[in-house]
């Protein structure tokens, strides 16, 4: 479980775990292996699911009260993971029209952990080299490798062990409370 650090701290977290879902197809293998590695990192269920594909063309209305009310919390969990499958080599536009409407640099305020799956290891790289700068950009913190897994393992927990196993310790180290903090 993420530690929570005690709440009378200014700086405190509220150990809010996010889950986004940039799959075109509702209920996807991408929303499964999401859901997967944000409880396995937490310890626990992430307390939002936002699958983008329930969303459909309210994305693209910026006035849109559900939807904002949808980046706002986001944008203020602990942990948030972003996931996508792999289309044209990289994340899809409908994940694109939705971190659009973060702010640059102070949008995404806690960690974050990029995500795709893909038919073959030929973009196994996209995660890191295409989504982890989004994320960064958007002010996220993003201490560990992104993850890339193959679609036909996306229901194999074996596929994610050796990448929960090194990712896990730094998530929970860099949502822990400061170990200096109250001291004088």
């Given at each position: 479980?993420?530690?929570?650090?005690?709440?009378?701290s200014?700086?405190?977290?509220?150990?809010?775990?996010?889950?986004?879902?940039?799959?075109?197809?509702?209920?996807?293998?991408?929303l499964?292996?999401?859901?997967?590695?944000?409880?396995?990192?937490?310890?626990?269920?992430?307390?939002?699911?936002?699958?983008?594909?329930?969303?459909?063309?309210?994305?693209?209305?910026?006035?849109?009260?559900?939807?904002?009310?949808?980046?706002?919390?986001?944008?203020?969990?602990?942990?948030?993971?972003?996931?996508?499958?792999?289309?044209?080599?990289t994340?899809?536009?409908?994940?694109?029209?939705?971190?659009?409407?973060?702010?640059?640099?102070?949008?995404?305020?806690?960690?974050?952990?990029?995500?795709?799956?893909?038919?073959?290891?030929?973009?196994?790289?996209?995660?890191?080299?295409?989504?982890?700068?989004?994320?960064?950009?958007?002010?996220?913190?993003?201490?560990?490798?992104?993850?890339?897994?193959?679609?036909?393992?996306?229901?194999?927990?074996?596929?994610?062990?050796?990448?929960?196993?090194?990712a896990?310790?730094?998530?929970?180290?860099?949502?822990?409370?400061?170990?200096?903090?109250?001291?004088?």
């Amino acid at each position: 479980m993420i530690p929570l650090p005690n709440q009378s701290s200014p700086r405190s977290r509220s150990g809010r775990v996010a889950v986004v879902v940039g799959n075109p197809k509702p209920a996807s293998r991408t929303l499964g292996a999401a859901v997967h590695v944000a409880s396995e990192l937490a310890g626990r269920d992430p307390d939002l699911v936002v699958d983008l594909a329930d969303l459909g063309p309210r994305l693209l209305d910026w006035s849109d009260d559900l939807v904002g009310g949808l980046v706002a919390e986001v944008g203020a969990a602990d942990l948030v993971v972003v996931a996508s499958p792999t289309y044209k080599a990289t994340y899809t536009g409908l994940l694109k029209l939705f971190l659009d409407r973060f702010a640059g640099g102070t949008g995404l305020r806690g960690v974050a952990v990029p995500l795709m799956l893909g038919a073959g290891p030929a973009h196994a790289l996209a995660p890191e080299h295409l989504l982890r700068p989004l994320l960064t950009e958007l002010g996220a913190i993003v201490p560990v490798s992104a993850l890339y897994v193959l679609d036909c393992d996306h229901d194999r927990p074996e596929a994610y062990d050796a990448w929960l196993a090194a990712a896990r310790p730094v998530v929970r180290a860099v949502l822990a409370p400061p170990l200096l903090e109250g001291v004088s």
